[in-house]
């Protein structure tokens, strides 16, 4: 019997130094571990602004080439020259209604800044009035009765033509085109 107890007593002291030993080899671990990592965060964080910087910065030619052709038409009018306006046809649209043949017809008509001279302006928009037909004509027939009646309605929609074509005539500059006024306003 007393050589099973001194057997066991040299055991339960290596299991307490084993645990001791293994509990600072992981805690080092864990410690070599973070430094590491932040290491080579840092590292990755300076490789990436490096190259960042080296890249050069990508050229749109095609946004470039249509602000250019709108500048074109800007004008060098003094300050206090008065804003123009330019009538579209009229346009006529079913209403997206289920069961009923409900139709809208409008006539539009642009008020343009007057930093667009209105001779050149009139030729740039008849050059375009067809991409600005068909959009009208799309977004109208998107349209629901009670989304056409009513004066807030109406606001609303004037609002979405001029922000709209602005951005159909004039991408990625000043827009130009002041308010939108409806002429004739006819649902049947």
Same mark, same amino acid.
């Given at each position: 019997?007393?050589?099973?107890?001194?057997?066991? %007593?040299?055991?339960?002291?290596?299991?307490?130094?084993?645990?001791?030993?293994?509990?600072k080899?992981?805690?080092?671990?864990? /410690?070599?571990?973070?430094?590491?990592?932040?290491?080579?965060?840092?590292?990755?964080?300076?490789?990436?602004? +490096?190259f960042?910087?080296?890249?050069?910065?990508?050229?749109?030619?095609?946004?470039e080439?249509?602000?250019?052709? #709108?500048?074109?038409?800007?004008?060098?009018?003094?300050?206090?020259?008065?804003?123009? #306006?330019?009538? +579209? %046809?009229?346009? @006529?649209?079913?209403?997206?209604?289920?069961?009923? #043949?409900?139709?809208?017809?409008? @006539?539009?008509?642009?008020?343009?800044?007057?930093d667009?001279?209105? %001779?050149?302006?009139?030729?740039?928009?008849?050059?375009?009035? /067809?991409?600005?037909?068909?959009? +009208?004509? @799309?977004?109208?027939?998107?349209?629901?009765?009670?989304?056409?009646?009513?004066?807030?309605?109406? #606001?609303?929609?004037?609002s979405?033509?001029?922000?709209?074509?602005?951005?159909?005539?004039?991408p990625?500059?000043?827009?130009? /085109?002041?308010?939108?006024?409806?002429?004739?306003?006819?649902?049947?």
């Amino acid at each position: 019997m007393a050589d099973e107890e001194k057997k066991e %007593e040299p055991k339960e002291e290596s299991k307490d130094e084993e645990s001791t030993s293994g509990k600072k080899g992981g805690l080092v671990g864990w /410690i070599i571990t973070f430094v590491v990592a932040i290491v080579c965060a840092g590292g990755g964080y300076g490789l990436s602004g +490096l190259f960042a910087k080296a890249a050069p910065p990508k050229v749109d030619k095609e946004a470039e080439e249509k602000k250019a052709e #709108t500048e074109a038409y800007l004008s060098d009018s003094p300050k206090g020259a008065k804003p123009w #306006t330019f009538p +579209l %046809e009229a346009i @006529t649209s079913n209403l997206n209604e289920r069961g009923s #043949t409900r139709m809208i017809q409008i @006539t539009v008509v642009l008020e343009l800044s007057a930093d667009m001279d209105d %001779e050149k302006g009139k030729k740039f928009l008849t050059d375009k009035v /067809i991409r600005l037909r068909d959009w +009208l004509g @799309t977004y109208l027939a998107g349209l629901k009765l009670e989304q056409v009646s009513g004066s807030m309605n109406q #606001t609303r929609m004037k609002s979405d033509i001029r922000e709209n074509f602005n951005e159909i005539l004039f991408p990625d500059t000043k827009p130009l /085109i002041q308010r939108v006024m409806l002429k004739d306003f006819i649902i049947q």
